[in-house]
């Protein structure tokens, strides 16, 4: 998404009056994007039970909400003049918005964090074919360019789910708390278990130290 809104914004330096919303969009989609890079890495690192992806997930979900309405608002503010540039990038921001309210939605309501990352890629390849059908009917190169560029935003992150899923996922699976604590209990059992096995061989060595003590004090006695 970085690459794309540097492409993007590269383009658009060209027609710089007529696209003055253009200096947002390099800290908005970069920032927009740390969101998901930071959630996947820190799901593949650290997290390694459902309830803490799921947190991860849900303040991630918040983080591009609150970044795309600010967005919104920056560039519908900027282009308030120009009617169709203004409304056009509004609701392009607010499909956004909505996308990670429905995966805030869907965070809160399921318990599975499977098909929640799908949700909210589809929905940013909706927007993104959006502008790009918008600008090709309007002959608008700056929409269309941009929908087009953005496009490998979405289809990157939609293939990366199918790896996250069929990859990642059966390395690093997901555990509830019952898996949670019976491996902890297993843990707590193997080491008591090397603790005994420990103790039987200290007490061994005594013996056997004491065994050759009594040999060797019988031997001087004879």
């Given amino acids: 998404m970085i690459g794309a809104s540097f492409l993007w914004t590269v383009y658009s330096?060209?027609?710089?009056?007529?696209?003055r919303e253009i200096i947002f969009n390099i800290p908005i989609f970069a920032f927009g994007s740390l969101a998901p890079i930071l959630a996947t890495s820190i799901f593949t690192c650290h997290c390694r039970d459902a309830r803490q992806r799921k947190i991860v997930t849900l303040f991630a979900s918040i983080y591009l909400t609150i970044i795309y309405s600010i967005a919104a608002i920056l560039?519908?503010?900027?282009?308030?003049?120009?009617?169709?540039?203004?409304?056009?990038?509004l609701s392009v921001q607010i499909i956004y918005s909505m996308c990670g309210c429905l995966t805030f939605i869907l965070i809160v309501k399921e318990r599975s964090l499977e098909r929640l990352d799908i949700y909210h890629s589809f929905g940013n390849l909706f927007v993104c074919l959006y502008l790009t059908v918008y600008g090709n009917f309007n002959d608008d190169m700056y929409y269309f360019m941009g929908g087009v560029l953005s496009l490998f935003y979405p289809v990157f992150q939609i293939a990366f789910y199918f790896l996250l899923k069929y990859v990642f996922i059966p390395r690093?699976?997901?555990?509830?708390?019952?898996?949670?604590?019976?491996?902890?209990?297993?843990?707590?059992k193997e080491k008591e278990k090397q603790q005994q096995e420990q103790q039987q061989n200290e007490s061994k060595k005594e013996k056997k130290q004491y065994v050759d003590v009594e040999i060797g004090i019988g031997h001087s006695q004879s």
């Fill in 13 to 19: 330096l060209f027609e710089l009056d007529e696209n």
């Fill in 75 to 89: 560039v519908f503010a900027i282009d308030f003049d120009n009617d169709s540039i203004g409304v056009m990038a």
């Fill in 172 to 188: 690093f699976p997901l555990k509830d708390e019952k898996e949670i604590q019976h491996d902890k209990e297993s843990k707590e």
